[in-house]
């Protein structure tokens, strides 16, 4: 009787974990996949002058979880420092100024690991902790900096491909510049989630098409009840079907013709209901000047294709193999991987379900068939799966930062006199 009892009993319901509810705020902001970004992160911070700035900046990044820091700053605490330093009390003067703020910041987050050089007052090297120490993923300094350190930290950066960033602030004056290594490529970029909608309405696939003509056979016949909770895709789809058996085979493209079609499906809505008309219709009215669209390749993506790495490195890398195979299915079915999200709508459950199952398999069904043209290439089955699905979903927003050009040491300090001057 206990078993039957138990095999009748519902799963056990696991609410968010401790982890969860910690960082639950930022976890709305860059989900699961920024966080675990963060939290792989070894930043360096190569501070000086008053010192202010680069540890109120290293404590906005510890706060929501950086994995690894290190403070390289070889000042030593004085009175100076306690009046313009939240991190530095009284019991720090006479200390290395790094160790004071890197005690101080762990104490925000006991998840964070810390370190810090030199040691000792005149004991720093920084090619020795740039050597000795775990690859940083990102590079920060403040000015102003020896043009010796800054010229070693440009070289690291080069060599690993690191991003290095500056920023400098005096009184209401602020400044920071981003030095990146090479083309940047950044595929999750957050788009608002209305943008990412792709219903393919122009393009359905077989199992889209056939889903959609169980559902409106014989429309005008359905009940109040299925007519009111026809999911609007399925609605633009039939009608899409009958404008084309009306204008020998011609989607509605233009604008006029997609107004025509507008009031087309408008016209199509009961309105002789309790309710006075049809939410759902009222869905695909909405949506038609936005989800009937041929599909087009993004600005960004194209940048993407169109980029030619140079750097063998570069071109090896995951990204680049991910990028060459989607550029290949593009080619091949003139549009990117089906991103497989569903927006929500008025439908029965059951009915929305089914659809979301729909765009999800062809989803997977696009990221398998450009995971196989991966494995295809050398180094491609070396490439996290994972990687091609993130990278699929989101083709048509990923974005190349090119900022190589004029990146040079004496571009640099030029630009950043004016930074160095207000610091003295």
Known sequence: MTEVV?????????????????????????????????????????????GTVG????????????GRFTIVDDAVV??????????????????????????????????????????????LNLEKVLATSSTFTLIMYTNPIRPADLAIIQAYGKQHKTPVVLVHSAGFYSYFRILLPGAFPIVDTHPDETATTDLRLL???????????????????????????????VILLHYLDEWRATHDGAY??????????RNLVQSKMRTDNPEGGEENFEEAVAAVLRA???????????EVFDYKPTDPQEDGSPFWIIAEAVKKFYEKHRCLPVPGNVPDMKAESEVYIKLQNIYKAKARQDAAEVLKMVQAVPGGRDVDPAEVGL??????????????????????????????????
């Open 6 to 50: 138990m095999e009748q009993m519902p799963p056990v319901l696991h609410g968010p974990t401790e982890k969860q509810r910690k960082y639950d705020r930022q976890l709305r902001l860059w989900a699961e996949s920024g966080q675990a970004a963060l939290e792989s992160a070894n930043l360096l911070l190569v501070n000086s002058g008053c």
């Open 55 to 66: 540890v109120e900046t290293l404590k906005n990044l510890v706060l929501p979880g950086i």
């Open 78 to 123: 004085s009175e100076a420092d306690l009046g313009v330093n939240f991190f530095l009390d009284e019991g720090s003067l006479g200390k290395m100024r790094g160790q004071c703020s890197t005690e101080l910041l762990l104490e925000l987050n006991p998840e964070v690991h810390g370190d810090w050089y030199p040691k000792t007052k005149g004991d």
């Open 203 to 233: 393009t359905p696939w077989p199992e889209l098409v056939e889903f959609a003509k169980e559902l409106t056979r014989d429309i005008d016949s359905l009940d109040n009840h299925v007519h009111g909770h026809l999911p609007f895709v």
């Open 252 to 261: 509605p493209l233009k604008y006029a013709e997609k107004i025509a079609f």
């Open 292 to 302: 009937v669209q041929p599909t087009s390749l993004p600005s960004g993506i194209r």
């Open 391 to 424: 990278f699929c979903k989101n083709a048509a927003f990923v974005k190349l930062i090119n900022a190589s050009a004029g990146g040079g040491i004496d571009t640099i300090l030029n630009s950043e006199r004016l930074a160095t001057v207000a610091g003295k």
